[in-house]
């Protein structure tokens, strides 16, 4: 906050102050890997036959999307019951990719870990005991 005397109050006794009027921050800048990567699990495995102790499936062909704005990543990758499973995280200059579950809907960490080279993302995801390949592809 800036105070001056004001021209009014010589005696000092009164002081016109304002604060300072922010700028709006500049959207972070668009980095290389911004933009949307969409696909699909390529296979599942579990360390339990294809099958969590919940009883859902390790299933492989669910659809995965990717965004990235500025360096920030959110993941949306479709399960079985129908809900989605949430990751945010981020993209390093190197194109490598590190999220966790934005809320862990069975008490467990969900993880996901890849990198991007020419516009395509190779990774894993791995969700309480089953672990995924993905591959997506920026469109």
């Known amino acids: 906050m800036d105070c001056v005397q004001s021209e009014l109050a ?19 800048s668009a980095g ?25 499936n390790c299933t492989m062909g669910q659809a995965v999307q990717m965004k990235i704005t500025g360096g920030a990543v959110a993941i949306q990758q479709a399960r079985p019951d129908g809900e989605l499973a949430q990751y945010s995280g981020s993209v390093d200059a190197a194109g490598v990719v590190t999220a966790a579950s934005a809320v862990a809907f069975d008490g467990w960490a969900h993880r996901v870990s890849g990198s991007i080279n020419q516009g395509r993302f190779a990774g894993v995801i791995r969700r ?4 995924f390949n993905v591959e997506l592809s920026k469109g």
Not at 13 to 28: E, W
């Open 128 to 131: 309480r005991e089953c672990e």
């Open 10 to 28: 010589k005696d000092g006794s009164n002081y016109v102050c304002s604060l300072a009027n922010p700028q709006p921050r500049a959207a972070p």
């Open 32 to 56: 290389p890997f911004d933009g949307t990567y969409t696909g699909r699990v390529t296979a599942g495995y579990s360390a339990i036959g294809g099958k969590h102790n919940r009883g859902m």
